[in-house]
């Protein structure tokens, strides 16, 4: 592993998040205050010797001019003042042609090949009489170069005023920098500390009614979007705690009847020598319908606490042959209520779980045969699926109805409407059915059918 990568890895593992951000910023910031300041300084510098060459090379021109075909030597100038022109000189290619005495600026070997024609004209920074200087070697004549040099002192001194300046600068930026990198870690965080601040409060307390403070509309970001999305995981939470805790409320309810007449029914057996044989068989019969009753509750509230279907025993049923089964499976429970089936000649096929459709069917149709008085029918009413719509069924009875005030209700659990109470269930049957039409992507709504009785739709 490169280093690179473990100190990307160390980074990442030590500090906390917004210790972490605020040295990002910090650093990109500083870094592009720096750079910008880097090449602020170039430019000056680069500038302020154009200028200084542009001076030479005019200078060396009007020496030229002034001076044509001059012998080696010194032309003009005295490049120890600051204030004085510039200064000339011509150098021969040949080192014995040097005049006596020599000249204040360098001959460098590039000199002589300039002068010899074996090299471009170029600039150079030197040194006279202690003082720094710029100096231009060009072409003059044959066999000769002409040397042009300026104090440089004002232009150095340019570009030191220009350093600290901007040396300056860049440390205001880092600083900036930094005070901006705090600002942003605790302002671009803040929405993430009220995240984790209500999800420790939760932790804490249990309680899934806190939500996280959302910005005024038309301020949403990906932080305003994670808020919400964590507030809604919240409601879905509270909602099923809530309605954990109701159904362990209304089961208990539920089963405290049927317990208690069973522990009175045990303890009369136990007693059985006391009892009449005609007591000990009423006793005992009602023992065991009250077994099966608390069975039938306890299997049933299993069933309720599935969320989903098992996805392996998910295959492609056809609902004509399963609406069948179960209607003859009601007609034999239910024999004083006529069940009166359509289906279409063409299959309709729904994937899903045969068992527990077999589940849904037979509970909506107990529901119908149960509410039915004797000799009217149950119409079940199966429909192919349309264009824009799935398959439908329909399971409607002549009963009573559902009343306005029931409607709402009649598929939560343990709930039984005024005309139910007297007859035999748990008020589970319903809540089931339509658990069992969510898992299979189905809606199972109830309504007041027309003429009377109730009509159970359930669309896939």
């Known amino acids: 592993m490169s280093a690179g990568r473990r100190l990307g890895r160390v980074w990442r593992r030590r500090g906390p998040l917004r210790t972490r951000l605020a040295l990002s910023v910090t650093a990109a910031v500083a870094l592009v205050a720096v750079g910008v300041c880097a090449a602020a300084y170039l430019v000056v510098r680069s500038a302020l010797y154009e200028q200084l060459d542009l001076s030479l090379t005019q200078s060396a021109r009007l020496a030229a001019q002034r001076n044509p075909g001059s012998a080696p030597g010194v032309l003009a100038g005295e490049c120890r003042f600051l204030a004085a022109p510039a200064c000339a000189e011509v150098v021969p290619a040949d080192p014995a042609d040097d005049p006596r005495p020599p000249g204040q600026l360098p001959v460098a070997p590039a000199a002589r090949k300039v002068a010899a024609g074996r090299h471009a004209p170029y600039y150079t920074n030197i040194t006279v009489a202690g003082h720094p200087a710029r100096m231009l070697t060009t072409d003059y004549a044959k066999g000769r170069a002409l040397q042009v040099a300026l104090r440089a002192d004002t232009a150095l001194d340019g570009i030191e005023e220009a350093a600290r300046w901007l040396v300056l600068t860049a440390a205001a930026g880092v600083l900036l920098a930094a005070l901006l990198g705090h600002w942003v870690s605790r302002t671009g965080l803040a929405p993430v500390a009220r995240l984790t601040a209500t999800a420790e409060r939760i932790a804490a307390t249990r309680d899934a009614r806190h939500r996280i403070e959302l910005p005024p509309p038309g301020r949403e970001d990906e932080i305003t979007r994670l808020a919400t999305s964590f507030n809604t995981m919240l409601a879905e939470l509270e909602q099923s705690i809530t309605a954990q805790r109701q159904l362990v409320a209304d089961a208990s309810h539920e089963l405290r ?33 009250q077994l099966r009753e608390v069975t039938g509750l306890v299997g049933d509230l299993i069933e309720l606490a599935r969320d989903e279907e098992p996805t392996p025993l998910v295959e492609q049923v056809r609902l004509g042959t399963l609406v069948e089964h179960c209607a003859q499976a009601a007609r034999t429970h239910w024999p004083a209520v006529p069940f009166h089936v359509r289906v279409p000649a063409e299959p309709v096929v729904v994937p899903g779980v045969p068992a527990r459709l077999s589940r849904l069917l037979g509970n909506l149709l107990d529901n119908a045969a149960k509410f039915s008085p004797a000799g009217l029918p149950v119409e079940v009413d199966l429909t192919a699926a349309t264009p824009g719509r799935g398959p439908e069924l329909t399971v409607r009875d002549h009963g009573p109805g559902i009343s306005p005030q029931d409607l709402p209700h009649v598929f939560d659990r343990f709930y039984r409407a005024g005309t139910a109470r007297a007859l035999p269930g748990s008020g589970l049957g319903l809540a089931m059915a339509r658990q069992i039409a969510r898992a299979h992507a189905a809606d199972l709504t109830a309504e007041a059918a027309p003429g009377g009785g109730a009509l159970f739709r359930l669309t896939f």
Do not use: C, I, M, V
């Open 257 to 289: 009847t049927p317990l208690t007449a069973l522990r009175t029914n045990a303890e009369l057996l136990a007693r059985a020598d006391r009892l009449t044989p005609d007591q000990r068989e009423r006793a005992s019969t009602a023992l065991g319908r």
